[in-house]
């Protein structure tokens, strides 16, 4: 991480997504190749397992990240974000939605 300033926005901003009821985001995740174990990028906060463990496609926060990195974390086949505005906006238009639709038809 680049600052505290940005240390302390990506810790506000998992917190906020476990309080949408969300699995946490890990930090300085590292993207490797899987056939070659290379190292592709280091991920501020990633879930590579969907922000719903296995239903949702990997997310990413990108904070201040070259395009290499955000070409790698594409290629990979993550949704990534470069903003916590827009991962919030994301979470609560795409995510938080789809998931009470889904609750409601199941009742």
């Known amino acids: 991480m680049e600052s505290e300033e940005e240390e302390r926005l990506i810790k506000e901003c998992n917190d ?15 993207l490797v190749d899987e056939e070659t174990g290379e190292q592709l990028a280091i991920v501020d906060l990633a879930w590579p397992n969907g922000l719903q463990e296995g239903l949702s496609k990997p997310v990413a926060l990108l904070i201040d990240e070259g395009p290499e990195t955000e070409a790698a974390v594409n290629k990979a086949g993550y949704t990534f974000f470069t903003s916590v505005e827009a991962l919030k906006k994301y979470i609560s238009t795409d995510i938080l939605t789809i998931e009470e639709v889904v609750v409601s038809t199941c009742r």
């Open 16 to 30: 906020w997504v476990i309080g949408q009821g969300l699995s946490e985001g890990e930090y300085m995740y590292e």
